[in-house]
């Protein structure tokens, strides 16, 4: 399924939601060096493979300016994606590393920083043109890989699905209209793996099983 292109990007200084207007405006005092702005996607425009995360952390994306880099998330994701052959480069946790990503996109549903590292309704629709105009430039048989429920549902919701017909479980593959599959996993938060919600061994089979799908990496071909 191809959603409509969106004309549309999270310019620096979006001030679309005020709450995270406003925890944006505090870091920036506490650290004025930090990126502290909307976080575009990184990776390949036309990746075979889109990593849907939730929303930049703190001291990660909203810090380094990348998406999912500098933090325990960060960590476990690109180490992954190393293992599956879906880097070049190394991962040094800066955005200035030189690290690239083979047929893969990372974005996230909302662009800032939100409190608690949870955002809400309003700030995932109000951020819902920008990851449509992601969306809108990948191929139409992409595999896509929702890192937690609130970015299974944001997709399946940017998408114009119903969220009722394609139940969010980790490892749980959904097909996407006749050609892209949607594949979900736990969130790869500090808090999910200090918990054993999630094991390193659970996200790897689930990245894995996304990559093959795909056919990029380790599979390819």
């Avoid at 690290?99 to 939100?114: D, G, K, Q, Y």
């Avoid at 549902?153 to 006749?178: E, N, P, S, Y």
Wanted: hydrophobic share 40%; charged share 20%; glycine share 8%.
């Amino acid at each position: 399924m191809e959603p409509a292109m969106q004309n549309s990007k999270a310019p620096d200084m979006c001030r679309l939601c005020p709450r995270l207007v406003n925890l944006r405006d505090q870091a920036d005092k506490k650290n004025p060096h930090w990126h502290n702005g909307p976080v575009e996607p990184f990776g390949q425009e036309d990746a075979k493979l889109a990593i849907i995360g939730m929303a930049p952390g703190m001291g990660g994306a909203n810090r380094t300016g990348r998406p999912f880099t500098g933090d325990h998330a960060g960590d476990l994701l690109f180490a992954t994606l190393e293992k599956a052959g879906l880097t070049r480069g190394t991962y040094a946790r800066r955005a200035d590393d030189g690290l690239e990503l083979v047929e893969t996109i990372i974005v996230n549903v909302v662009r800032c920083v939100p409190p608690q590292n949870k955002p809400v309704a309003s700030e995932v629709k109000n951020c819902r043109s920008f990851l449509l105009e992601t969306i809108g430039k990948l191929p139409r048989n992409c595999t896509y890989f929702a890192l937690g429920r609130i970015a299974h549902d944001a997709f399946l919701t940017a998408m114009g699905l119903r969220r009722a017909d394609f139940a969010f479980a980790h490892g749980a593959r959904h097909q996407i209209g006749r050609e892209s599959v949607l594949i979900d996993s736990y969130h790869c938060s500090r808090y999910n793996t200090n918990t054993g919600r999630l094991t390193t061994a659970m996200f790897e089979n689930a990245l894995f099983m996304a990559a093959q799908n795909a056919r990029i990496g380790n599979w390819k071909n």
